[in-house]
């Protein structure tokens, strides 16, 4: 809904150009648009309104009113103040100096703690250290079960004792096997509570004392709105944790969460969880949050997350296929894997800076039936026909199609479009961009309007 | 007046024989339901009620509709319908059809909120037999809680036979989690291994049902993020294997939001109901301070009722939603 802030602060302030002034009218306009896609990211109000009131006072300096594009400028200084009230980069977790680092997990229910815990298990197993959990949840049926079977898969040795015993004395105990087994990190796993439950809070209160944790933290689902705040200020009082866990951010939620529990309490957001899969946790990144409350796209998380799944050889050894138009059918296939296992295309697009506005590409269901079935084509392909995709007449059409389960039209629908896309790719790979209509028609699949000339240099 | 259970679930031609037992302590009970929703909605005295506070509209200027609007987005109504629902109060009371009196503009404001929350009201269908109950909703938001409490109450409270279907193959332990609230409901469980297709276990749920004359078949499903298509899809065919041995059901599909959840939840319900038509929502976790707002955005920019509320931990707690009492208890001081 207010997904291009920056468009909308670019069409609000368009005709200051014209102008060539900014006065305050048009900064408080600004500031409504702004106002609306913070409230819309849930970001705390109160926060909201302390954030813009520094933002305007900013904004009517010099470094605005004198710029060329009020617009742009504007987005940059919300962009800037908006990380900086995040918390700038790399805080990180406090770990003993020796004995085993405990670290103590608390939030509401639903967070995410159980899952979370596994996540950070995983992680500092990574590391080459000896983790441990200790199962205190003995409240939600199956929790224990819940946190055996998920720190069996991080590789992490899970302390349990059913649900019989205090969760206190749980903590106590598994602290006690994890010093006497020599653990490097202890993971404490506990129930979520409301913060407005005395009883439960008290005893996440004496589970902190007995275990004396080098870090507590907080866990916070990203979709969460504008209550937010009241939960992270409780949770201060309590457990005095030292840092958030956000988890869900793979959801399209935009996570206004995290910056107002960094704004009210003061403490930093350390790991993001990411995805279903263990591995779908890192550590967290305070500029990028920024740009995605903003709706400006996390392109350092896409290349990224290409970096991890691309092998930099066999890419280089693609480019050079195509800037010398020997780019095959192949090498496509190869290409297009490499490219889903960053994960669902929709995913991918939505971090790219400006497809957030683009409704059609936003809510379109990138098919991905349609890859598995360009996929099957390409498989039906003798190696040959891969190679020089020019030998493909209609026997062989007809073949591929029954072969692959698809009909005639898609076989002769993927030639074509493999064609044009080698067209582009050279012309790409040349140092030329591509025309606005080329990509429409790359991008279309049934082309309307001219066809590009398909003839090589 | 609060809805009960039994206004709540349309049970078609079934007797009402344990219905009748229920009603009996009803009156005593409806006080009991309102006092503990007020109490549970107004535990935090910092959010709405310090805005909306009687004396707001003591006197009524500019600044009033601005400190309603602030109270509006601190529950997480979210901006266009917390600019909808202030807007037609102000023009109704500067038009004059509503008179500026303090009390007036308030009481109207709790009917124009009901209005909103009571958008596309509709009972819980189970008439069918055997009617199919599916649950979804995004990870962590209370769908196997809930469904345990659902089954407890058409069981215990109303006498019905109810099946379980353990179709959370995914997250660990789910199906012992279900397991649990079967035995204390009085219901059969039907449950595959961990990694198996959730249509067939939807699929078994729905034979046992059937051979056992059962009335309810509940459906459990994996909480899932609306934003991972292939999860969605997954979903979209537990539904279709449904449909494939019943072709109306699931006769009703429920979605779980965590009232804690900000404006994310409209996309959430959106999301679900593209993929499996929802019916209504269950918006649990209320006791806490969050005012679960977005199901006002939910129900008016949707059309998709709140149907159940969980207000605690307790069997007790999990509740028909009253529109009504839900806006009284909003503004409650």
């Known amino acids: 809904m207010f997904d291009q802030l920056s468009e909308r602060l670019q069409s609000t302030l368009s005709e200051v150009r014209s102008r060539g ?103 500092f197993g990574k590391q080459g250290k000896d983790v441990a959990l200790a199962a205190c949840d003995v409240y939600r049926p199956a929790a224990v079960e819940q946190l055996v079977t998920m720190g069996g898969r991080a590789g992490a040795h899970v302390y349990e004792r059913g649900t019989e015993a205090d969760p206190v004395d749980i903590a106590s105990w598994a602290l006690g096997e994890a010093r006497a087994e020599r653990r490097d990190v202890l993971i404490v796993d506990t129930a979520g509570r409301l913060h407005v439950d005395r009883d439960l809070m008290a005893e996440l209160a004496q589970i902190r004392k007995q275990t004396r944790p080098h870090d507590v933290l907080l866990v916070v689902d990203a979709m969460t709105g504008q209550d937010a705040v009241g939960v992270a200020e409780s949770f201060a009082e309590v457990a005095e944790f030292d840092g958030v866990v956000m988890t869900k951010l793979d959801g399209d939620a935009r996570g206004g969460a995290a910056l107002s529990v960094k704004a009210v309490t003061g403490k930093p957001i350390l790991f993001a969880s990411t995805g279903e899969k263990i591995e779908d946790f890192d550590k967290f990144h305070p500029d990028r949050m920024a740009q995605r409350i903003l709706g400006m796209g996390d392109v350092l998380s896409l290349i990224e997350k290409a970096e991890q799944q691309v092998d930099e050889d066999e890419a ?142 | 007046m609060a809805t009960s259970w039994q206004e709540i679930v349309d049970l078609g031609s079934r007797s009402p024989s344990a219905v009748a037992t229920a009603e009996a302590e009803a009156p005593e009970e409806r006080r009991g339901v309102f006092k503990r929703l007020r109490e549970s909605l107004s535990k935090s005295r910092q959010a709405l ?191 279709r294997v449904i449909q494939k041995q019943i072709p109306e059901a699931p006769h009703e599909t429920l979605i779980s939001i965590d009232a804690t959840t900000g404006q994310n939840g409209l996309r959430q319900a959106k999301v679900f109901s593209e993929a499996v038509e929802v019916d209504g929502v269950v918006l649990t976790k209320l006791d806490g301070t969050a005012r679960g707002g977005i199901a006002l955005a939910i129900a008016s920019d949707l059309g998709i009722p709140v149907k159940l509320i969980g207000v605690g931990e307790t069997l007790e707690d999990l509740r028909p939603f009253d529109p009504s009492d839900y806006a009284n208890a909003l503004l409650a001081e």
Not at chain 1, 65 to 83: C, H, R, T
Not at chain 1, 428 to 455: D, E, H, I, V, W
Not at chain 2, 110 to 133: F, H, K, N, Q, Y
């Open chain 1, 21 to 123: 002034k900014l006065n305050e009218s048009d900064v408080d306009a600004a500031m409504r648009e702004i106002r609306l896609a913070l409230l819309e990211a849930d970001v705390n109000f109160k926060v909201v309104k302390a954030f813009t009131k520094t933002l305007k006072e900013r904004c009517l300096g010099s470094e605005v009113l004198e710029s060329l594009d009020p617009g742009q400028q504007v987005v940059k200084i919300v962009n800037e103040e908006l990380a900086s009230l995040m918390g700038g980069t790399g805080s990180e977790l406090a770990m003993a100096s020796s004995g085993p680092t405990v670290i103590l997990m608390a939030g509401l229910q639903g967070s995410g703690k159980t899952t979370a815990c596994a996540k950070l298990a995983q992680f």
């Open chain 2, 49 to 239: 009620t310090e805005e909306i506070s009687s004396s707001l509209f003591d006197r009524i200027d500019g600044e009033t509709w601005e400190l309603l609007e602030e109270a509006l987005i601190l529950a997480d109504v979210g901006a266009p319908t917390t600019a909808a629902v202030v807007e037609r109060l102000e023009h109704e009371v500067e038009s004059g059809a509503v008179p500026a009196d303090g009390v007036a503009v308030r009481d109207r404001l709790i009917e124009i909120l009901a209005e909103v929350a009571g958008t596309a009201r509709a009972p819980i269908d189970l008439s069918a037999e055997p009617a199919i109950l599916m649950m979804v909703g995004v990870n962590g938001t209370g769908k196997t809680t809930t469904i345990g409490k659902i089954a407890w109450h058409l069981s215990r409270e109303m006498g019905l036979s109810v099946v379980m279907a353990a179709a959370d193959t995914y997250r660990a332990a789910a199906a012992e989690q279900l397991e649990t609230w079967a035995e204390r409901a009085g219901a059969e469980l039907v449950r595959g291994e961990e990694g198996a297709d959730p249509g067939a276990v939807a699929y078994d749920a729905i034979n046992a049902a059937r051979a056992r004359g059962a009335d309810v078949v509940i459906v459990d499903t994996a909480g899932r993020l609306h934003t991972q298509s292939n999860l969605m899809e997954e979903l979209a065919k537990v539904r």
């Open chain 1, 316 to 457: 280089e050894a693609l480019q050079e296929k195509m800037r010398r138009d020997q780019f095959t059918l192949d090498d496509f296939l190869k290409q297009m894997k490499q490219v889903r296992k960053m994960g669902p295309l929709s995913g991918i697009i939505g971090m790219l800076p400006g497809m957030g506005a683009m409704k059609q590409l936003k809510d379109a269901d990138v098919d991905e039936r349609e890859l598995d079935r360009v996929q099957a084509i390409i498989l039906s392909m003798t190696p040959q026909e891969r190679a020089n995709p020019g030998m493909i007449n209609g026997s062989r059409r007809k073949r591929i199609a029954n072969g692959s389960g698809t009909k005639v039209q898609n076989v002769n629908a993927l030639v074509k479009q493999f064609d044009q896309m080698r067209v582009l790719m050279k012309s790409m790979a040349n140092g030329r961009m591509p025309t606005p209509q080329q990509m429409a028609q790359l991008a279309g699949g049934n082309q309307r309007g001219p066809r590009p000339k398909a003839r090589r240099r």
